[in-house]
């Protein structure tokens, strides 16, 4: 086994890289530390994760190939109602929301291009 520091990044393609720069900075706070030409990566912060945006062509903006979602955890569950009216206000939609168990929040919204993102206290 080789040892790692776990799951480093995402790499999404994206119709207009400003409009999901806008989105990621709005609800998760994330700030772009790396950006040339079409390209973008950004980190959340307090965290080691990276998102890696690509604006491509709208064919393959949007396509999961299997993956369903991909969560952002909360730090506190009162945060939840915050999140899903930031990520409206941000361009993007509700698809739903509930709990897991009592004080155990979720909600999964879609981002501008259509990925589905969970957010989630646990």
């Known amino acids: 086994m080789v040892r790692t520091y776990g799951l480093t990044h995402l790499s999404l393609a994206v119709k207009d890289l400003e409009r999901t720069l806008r989105f990621y900075r709005k ?8 950006r040339e030409g079409k390209s973008a990566q950004v980190k959340t912060p307090g965290c080691h994760d990276v ?18 979602h991909f969560g952002f955890r909360l730090v506190d ?6 999140a899903v009216k930031d990520a409206v206000a941000g361009g993007g939609k509700l698809l739903r929301r509930g709990e897991f168990a009592p004080g155990l929040p979720y909600a999964y919204v879609a ?10 206290f646990e």
């Open 27 to 34: 609800v998760f706070g994330a700030r772009v530390y790396w």
């Open 77 to 82: 569950p009162k945060d939840i109602d915050k």
């Open 111 to 120: 981002d501008p291009d259509g990925y589905e993102v969970e957010i989630w």
């Open 51 to 68: 998102i890696a945006f690509e604006e491509m062509k709208p064919r393959s903006v949007g396509k999961t190939g299997g993956i369903e």
